[in-house]
């Protein structure tokens, strides 16, 4: 009945997916409720001269239009940021207002100018046409290092070069070069990673409702973290009371990061709710998706990496430009500093390491956490710097990874290993997870394969990425000392019903990760019951007492452990519950299989039948409280450090320049495994995400600021046809500091298999001389790098 | 301006005056209530809206309501046979072939058009016929097994009839 843990157990969610009965946020139709269209800047910088809404508000159907000018009048704030990362020298970064629609300005290309409310969706599109906006266009930048230079277009008055902030971490700059200067040889390399579009298939769309009657509020949106939207939203930017505000984040069709942030047109749905008295509803269609999504990396780097005769790696100098955007999104200053310069030491030992990173603003969307979130960037830099390194020494890649390789340890009876950029990794056998890979891909065999394909002309390649990941985000403390304005804790509450049945709110939202199975799995096994009987709430704040949202591959390491926390509270009251109904001493007892024995006898009581005492409490222990329900809060002793390696074989058509992804072989562990079906199936999507930066998506502004590539039409996403199916293995290092021992699978498949790829094409297209190419490695780039 | 349309949703006649500016997945969505179909984009390109027309697949967002008047339709809420599974939903259930669900109910829509065509086909056959779908959460791998599973399935219970 019981002994869910480890299996692959179907997902109880599925049922009403698979039949078309999922809830989504634009599924959702509320009595009265009208429609909003945005009007937004065609321009990427623009200053907005007049607004006229005269035509729009004629039109029949349409109920209200609203500018920057309300929203300025209003008296409310903008959009703000959950992050400080301040300069060197100690000054605050800069954080410019994002007011909900703009008056002054257009800041990219999508800047919100007025809303349309009509009765239709149709009706606010047409009158959305009819908004005359009267603009000035001014010259805008739209890549980062450009933006610092001299003389660029500023995107603030009061950001002068358009910096945000600048920030180092790691060994002082003078140590590293004196490392590095003794290096025999040095690795440099100059790299772009290019911004990408999270582009879940769900459109991003909100529902505000404001019930004069009650005066209360409900916003539905697609939302990966519904009470911190809420706490933003009604703290810093509406200021409404959080009581009256009840924030539903449904069914959600994807996220990777993108659903993280608070967003303007949130806050603007109940606004303008809250003044017209209906519900308004918002969804994005796919070109505003592109066009406003907050969107992922944007790094442009040179990175040096020097290594002694033997191989071992003496130094590592990062020098990091960062594009923001044009506002600061929720997460943004943290995941180019401390999300990506503090994975820096990889899996090697490193003994000198120093990152400086300067964030910058652009006229463009904002940037913030993507799938990954700084830590696939940071591993970009790293696995490229050891392939080329290791061609340009003449060793084998395996070989050189092995020398650095930071010796295995489980964090129990050996101690974590403290890196040169801040962190302790909890617990690692790297060595492992690597031979097994190699095992998987027969690599001598493919070494020998490689060179008679060379000889007949093929290009065939094979690349590595060895990588780990700082997740399970986060302890309070630590991240509240490196600027986070919020705790990373969890809350998970576990209502013991009194026919035993029980209701677990967790306040980590799935967005296709499957909390509604995973974590019945953990409650069903401790507690004993079938997992029929467990049910688990998310993604309501009026039901969940608090959360912090699910991204960092932190559901179950922290979110888990939260309800841990909670069903260890039920199991002790049940003790005292159990030995008062069989006369025993509480510590005569032992819990199994939902069932309280006296040890050595076959006295029992069962679980269903404690929670009826509880809630009948006729016969009961003198001084104990009736009710089995208790709330946690669990905040993590530190990250979690899942790692893995990744094994990219390609063949590179030489007359078209395509690549074909052959095989990809990952080896993840990802520490214990709840579900080995859903933590597959978490990274066989991580590595879609991947492989889909390495060879196909990237976002193209042009020198306007113009998103050119904005559609489905234009930006390539990975299809079917893209990719072969992946052979994957696991190696289990539990996490030695939560009750679970989980790491997190959500990010590893995404961070790990970028520079895999990357690298195996350089391996392809070593006989040309070619060592660095900038993704995506499109057919026309691999062509033009091999035909000139 | 309203034209008015009969079509058969998943066995049931409907009768309605639509905008003929309506597209047959907002007739879907919001006239009947079946928001089982999705809207992924504005291109006809990511496949989340696809549903059967007389028996082909068809991206709905590419048709307008008018143009289906006189068709038979059948979206997701018409796949399952009085609380039966079709072949294809237990597939994706079995193999995992779903994460978020937002582009299930097309996935299996296309699939089913794959298997009426070609009841049998290879991998490469199944992600060649689905490439008119995105998926961002699954890689697509275990979307393959769930296609080969409902295959193998609906091969079995033709050999038992």
Redesign the interface.
């Known amino acids: 009945m019981t002994n869910y843990i480890g299996k692959a157990v ?2 109880v ?12 946020t ?2 959702i ?1 509320l009595p009265g409720m009208t429609h909003a269209y945005i009007v937004r800047s065609p321009y990427a910088h623009a200053r907005i001269l007049s607004v006229d809404t005269s035509a729009a508000e004629a039109m029949e159907g349409v109920v209200k239009v609203f500018t920057g000018k309300d929203i300025a009048e209003s008296g409310i704030n903008g959009i703000p940021t959950g992050w400080q990362v301040n300069f060197k020298n100690g000054d605050t970064m800069k954080e410019p207002p994002h007011p909900l629609l703009v008056s002054d300005k257009a800041r990219y290309m999508g800047d919100a100018v007025a809303v349309v409310i009509a009765e239709s969706r ?1 009706i606010a599109r047409d009158a959305g046409d009819r908004v005359e906006v009267e603009y000035e266009e001014l010259p805008a930048v739209a890549d980062a290092k450009k933006a610092t230079e001299a003389g660029a277009p500023l995107v603030h008055d009061d950001a002068p070069n358009n910096l945000c902030f600048d920030w180092e971490l790691g060994n002082p700059k003078a140590e590293v070069n004196e490392a590095m200067s003794k290096a025999h040889h040095i690795t440099t390399l100059e790299f772009v990673n290019q911004r990408v579009i999270p ?5 991003r769309s909100a529902i505000g409702h404001f019930e004069e009657s009650s005066d209360k509020y409900t916003l539905y949106t697609t939302s990966q973290n519904p009470h911190l939207t809420r706490l933003l939203m009604c703290a810093f930017v509406l200021g409404i009371p959080e009581h009256k505000v009840r924030v539903v984040a449904p ?4 996220g ?1 990061g993108s659903k993280i942030f608070h967003y303007a047109e949130e806050a603007l749905v109940i606004w303008c709710s809250q003044r017209l008295k209906r519900p308004v509803k918002w969804t994005a ?3 505003e998706a592109f066009m406003t999504d907050a969107h992922g990396r944007d790094h442009v780097s040179k990175a040096e990496m020097g290594f002694d005769q033997n191989g071992k790696i003496v130094g590592l100098r990062v020098k990091t430009y960062a594009n923001l955007g044009a506002y600061l999104s929720t997460f943004a200053p943290c995941v180019p500093t401390w999300l990506h310069g503090t994975l820096l030491q990889g899996l090697y030992t490193t003994p000198k390491i120093n990152v400086d990173v300067t964030g910058v603003f652009t006229h463009t969307v904002m940037v913030d956490a993507y799938r990954g979130a700084g830590r696939p960037e940071a591993t970009y830099l790293l696995e490229r710097l050891m392939d080329t390194a290791a061609l340009e020494m003449k060793m084998d890649p395996v070989e050189l990874r092995r020398k650095n390789f930071i010796p295995a340890f489980d964090g129990v009876t050996q101690p974590g290993y403290q890196t040169q950029v801040a962190l302790q990794y909890d617990s690692g056998n790297y060595h492992g997870v690597l031979d097994r890979a190699l095992e998987m891909v027969g690599y001598e065999k493919f070494r020998k394969e490689q060179e008679q394909a060379r000889k007949d002309g093929k290009l065939l390649g094979i690349g590595f990425s060895t990588y780990i990941e700082a997740c399970g985000i986060a302890p309070s403390a630590v991240v509240g000392a490196l600027g986070a304005r919020a705790g990373l804790y969890e809350v998970g509450q576990v209502r013991v019903q009194p026919t035993g049945k029980v209701s677990v709110y967790t306040g980590s939202h799935s ?4 909390h509604e199975t995973t974590f019945a799995q953990v409650v069903a096994d401790r507690l004993g019951i079938p997992m029929d009987d467990v049910e688990i709430i998310h993604g309501d704040s009026e039901s969940v007492a608090f959360g912090m949202g699910t991204y960092g591959s932190r559901s179950l390491a922290v979110g888990g452990s939260a309800i841990v926390k909670s069903l260890d509270k039920i199991i002790e009251k049940g003790a005292k519950i159990a030995a008062h109904k069989l006369e025993a001493s509480e510590e005569d007892l032992e819990f199994a299989e939902g069932k309280w024995t006296v040890k050595g006898t076959d006295k029992s009581v069962g679980f269903g039948d404690v929670a009826l005492t509880a809630y009948v409490p006729h016969n009961y222990p003198a001084g104990l409280e009736p009710g089995l329900d208790f709330s946690s809060f669990y905040d993590p002793a530190n990250f979690t450090y899942p790692f893995g390696a990744h094994v990219a074989i390609v063949e590179v058509d030489q007359e078209t320049g395509k690549v074909r992804l052959k095989r990809f072989i990952a080896v993840d562990d990802v520490g214990n495994v709840i579900n080995p ?2 933590v ?2 978490q990274i ?6 991947g492989i889909g930066q390495a060879l196909l998506e990237g976002a193209v502004y042009d020198e306007n600021g113009q998103l050119i590539n904005g ?3 234009d930006y390539t ?5 893209d ?1 072969p ?2 052979e994957i293995d696991r190696q289990v290092t539990p996490c030695p500091h939560n009750p679970l021992g989980v790491k997190g699978a959500g990010e590893a ?1 995404t961070i790990g298999s970028t520079p895999a790829v990357v690298n195996a094409v350089m391996d392809a297209l070593s006989p040309f001389g070619i060592k660095n190419l900038e993704m995506p490695l499109t057919p026309e780039r691999v062509w033009r790098a091999m035909n000139s | 301006m309203a034209k008015k349309i009969q079509v058969t949703v998943n066995g049931k006649a409907y009768s309605h005056d639509v905008d003929p500016r309506t597209l047959l997945v907002q007739y879907l969505r919001d006239v009947l209530g079946l928001t089982g179909t999705h809207v992924g984009c504005d291109t006809s390109n990511c496949g989340a809206c696809t549903i059967l027309v007389d028996g082909q697949a068809v991206k709905s967002c590419t048709l307008l309501a008018v143009q289906a008047d006189g068709s038979e339709v059948k979206t997701i809420e018409g796949m399952a046979d009085n609380g039966t599974l079709h072949p294809l939903q237990e597939g994706f259930r079995e193999e995992h072939g779903l994460q978020c669900g937002f582009c299930t109910p097309g996935m299996i829509m296309a699939s089913a058009d794959l298997l009426e065509r070609n009841p049998n086909p290879t991998e490469h056959e199944i992600r060649e016929a689905l490439e008119g779908n995105f998926c961002r959460c699954t890689g697509y791998h275990n979307i393959v097994k769930s296609v080969q599973y409902a295959a193998k399935k609906i091969s079995k219970q033709e050999k038992v009839a």
């Open positions: 179907k997902r969610e599925d049922k009403r997916f698979i039949t078309g009965k999922g809830r989504y634009d599924d139709v149709e582009n879940a298939i769900e459109p069914d959600v069709g994807g990777f269609d796919r070109s967005h296709g990760q499957g079906m859903i597959d199936g066989h999507g991580g590595l879609a995400q559609s489905y039409m996403m990975p299809r079917a046809d990719l199916s992946f498949g």
